[in-house]
């Protein structure tokens, strides 16, 4: 059984982004650059699956600029098996990249595809639910616990009231939450071996997928600061003041 | 030109965030219809028919939809927009895990984008949404015939009651047959609900163990009449289920006041609580960044502070 996982070039988590001054966009000139967290999780995920037997290939796919390489030997160094990028300077949004997520399904046949549940550079929480419908497969998103088995997956879903459990058949694509688990650290030697595995270059006209933005970001602002509060020494104080300036006990 | 919103329910009333959303829907223009995808659904239909501003309330109740399947509810979604000939001009819901889950799907299948997450309407086709954890604010403009939102309930106010919308039933669409539920292990509490509370009582790793967190945390919930929270480190630390986790990849929440207690303040925790009036923490560490956006701080052991706190409440 083949897995497919995609992973996303994103701004590291650890860092605080700035907005450009002519409200173009956000600064990620000299800004470091890592795997989106959520599809560390879901490349784990997948190599589990491997090293459990109940998958024998792991396919990393990443779509954007050619520095996604980057990423898919991220990937490989977890323990992906090879990877594919497609490679393309334009601004990609979420439908685009699960129309070429689903060229690429047709064409490989995952049993399983695992996404990250959103990308934290965009924050849109689409693109699994997207590629989901475009194949005509099931869902379950924000997984916290996956076990996979002859033609089904059970999968436990993180949901505003607590947890659910869903039974679905396979194929289909399942997004990761924070807790399904905790990324393994890439060793040395398998950063070294994942720059010997296979990794295949297509462009969106290869895959035959009309990638054109439908949104147009206008302007892009700095929220409102919140203004500097104040410390208190103690706890009578700090009811006096929720009580009689902030009123809010 | 008509605004779809979809309800999230469980069949006997509409949530909170259903509410949130209409206000939302409200801003664009246009008749609001709220469609209603349930089992035994009438209770919730009825509610829905009473909600200020709404023209009409669509009920699709059948027994396909008992689980509330993304690919059942979506598709049921995609048949009505189907059948309007397209007087839908926008579909809504709110950006819970159940919007979340669904509406990309019916996005996907309409061939358009999904605006996630909106904060503010500019106009029928321009949304402001946050990016980067809440970061940066980008003003995006739909050039799809239709628009498909989710929609931060934070940021609108909820709608009133006095409507009389009339209720229409629908027939439903058929089971995919993809998907089945096993079960739910719904959290239960007396509290009320993390995105509807006035006060927050949220606790992170400093709470040291589960025990410690609803020992020290609970009395003072219980005198504020608040709801209970939770950084991301104490979720994964087990002090409490998920659901309690607000942040950027958690709940999104703006209380009157939210008390951070043992919380450092990562970025991706403000990302969830910055918009709240009025912001306390009570942490050990002066250097804390969570104190950059407090309006009160106090540095001291949260094990001492907070008991003090819940008597002088
Ligand atoms: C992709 C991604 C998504 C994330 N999403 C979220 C999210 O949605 N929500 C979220 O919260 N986090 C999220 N995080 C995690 C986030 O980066 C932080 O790791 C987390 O918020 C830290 O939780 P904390 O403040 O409880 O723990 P810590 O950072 O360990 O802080 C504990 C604090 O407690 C204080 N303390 C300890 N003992 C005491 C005492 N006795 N009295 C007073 N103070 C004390 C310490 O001084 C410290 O400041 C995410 C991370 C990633 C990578």
Redesign the interface.
Known sequence: MKILVPVKRVVDYNVKVRVKSDGTGVDIANVKMSMNPFDEIAVEEAVRLKEAGVATEVVAVSCGVGACQETLRTAMAIGADRGILVETDAELQPLAVAKLLKALCDKEQPQVVICGKQAIDDDANQTGQMLSALMGWPQATFASKVAVSAGKATVTREIDGGLETLEIALPAVVTTDLRLNEPRYATLPNIMKAKKKPLETVKPADLGVDVAPRLTTLKVVEPPKRSAGVMVADVTQLVDKLKNEAKVL | MTVLVIAEHDNASLKGATLNTVTAAAKLGGDIAVLVVGTGAGAAAEAASRVAGVSKVLVADSAVFA?Q???NV?AQILAVVGASAGSISHVLAPA???G??????????L???????IVAVESAD?FVR???????????????PVKVVTVRTTAFEAAGEGGSAAVEQLSAVAD????????????KSARPEL?AAK?IVSGGRGMGSGENYHAVLEPLADK?GAALGAS?AA??AGYV???YQVG??G?IVAP??YLAVGISGA??HLAGM?DS????AINKDPEAPI??????????DLFE?VP??AA??
């Open positions: 689980d399947s993304a690919e979506a819970t895990t159940f979340k889950n669904v509406l990309p799907r019916v996005a996907a299948l061939d358009v984008a999904q605006i996630s997450e321009t946050p990016i980067y954890a809440g970061n940066a604010l980008a003003t995006v403009k739909s050039a799809d995919s047959g993809l998907s089945k539920l096993l079960g739910r292990e719904l959290t995105g006060i504020l991301r979720v994964d289920p998920n659901d950027q990849t709940k009157q006041l970025i991706q910055k009036k009025v912001i306390v104190f950059q956006v407090a309006d009160y701080g106090l540095v001291a502070a003090q706190l002088a409440v």
